[in-house]
């Protein structure tokens, strides 16, 4: 299984971007610093794929992925970048190829792209996106998006941007095909339009429970031999509520907690009316894909999803803004030297695709964050 670092994806509650537990958050300059900072130490740590998220409202500010991963991109060699998510929806697709394109080039083919609609209705109103033509847009973007990868000249017609005749977007990518992966947290719309073009799906496992999300990637997988593909060939990335490791199960408890308490009143401040459906952190670690505890109660959680969702590509997300620095790293070394190593073993993976990428590692790949 694949492991790797993300922040902020937007997929799901669970991806908010908390303020430390004295309720002050750092400055703009110095959490877009740590972003890169901690890409960095999520390649020396031996984690296979980082990914940013991509929001148009408080509290996140991690707007602009295209760029940060550049920058990442130039300070790392061989670590996958991934989007987690891009809010196709919102996004001119000519545009928004031509970044990512250019991005491609820059990270020497390391980019992977996981496509959501969106959810946040702040947002929608800022790019003039309406929740009843978002989905329209986020199916149409994708497809041209698409076409665009893959022609050299596109000529092209939809409801939303004027047409395209023999247009060539440019610079042409160095990755063809790029593995678009489509996340979707409760919507069969992005599963569908998934399972048509034969495209990876990344369940985000954020504000629900385990169920929940176990019965949308059988529906994906249901729909994907619907369209004529090879069962085999389904490819799916699950996310978690949350990773915090200890030595022991009481003291990941007793240090996560301030964590849990801090993003509950985030969502209470921000959540536009979400909230999640655990009413302690006892019950959210029993309930939800959090992997909060002891290696060993992490690595036989991790199997107990996985017989539900079969999944390759295992997203962990570490809230490095209310955690110590200290705490930050302990936990993500601990991750690499005794849970890492034994997913890897037990729960075998394809490796990311090339062009000229490092060879990855076989087994279970990680995304921390």
Known sequence: MEY???HGPGIAVKFLVLPHVSGRHKPTTQRLRELVEN???AEQLGFDAYGVGERHERPYEESSPAIILSHIAAHTSKIRLFTAVTVLSLHDPVRAFEDYSTLDHLSGGRLDLIIGKGNGAVQARLFNVTTEDQWERHRENYEL?????QQDQVTWQGRFRPPLHEAEALPRPLQQPIRVWHGSATSKDSVELAARHGDPLFSANGANTIE???ALVRHYRRRWAFHGHEPQDALVGAGTAGYFGARTSQEAIDRYRPVFEARMAVIQRYGHGQSLPFDT??????RSSALIGSPQQIIEKVHRYHEQFGHELLHIHVDGEVLSRKDYLTTLELFQSDIAPVLRR???SRPFPGPPVSAVPAGLHELPG
Request: glycine residues 4%.
């Open 145 to 149: 998006f698409r076409l665009l990868w």
């Open 212 to 214: 929940q999300y176990a």
């Open 281 to 286: 952190l006892e019950d959210f670690v029993e």
């Open 346 to 348: 037990e729960l075998p």
């Open 4 to 6: 790797g670092v993300a």
């Open 39 to 41: 890409a960095v130490l």
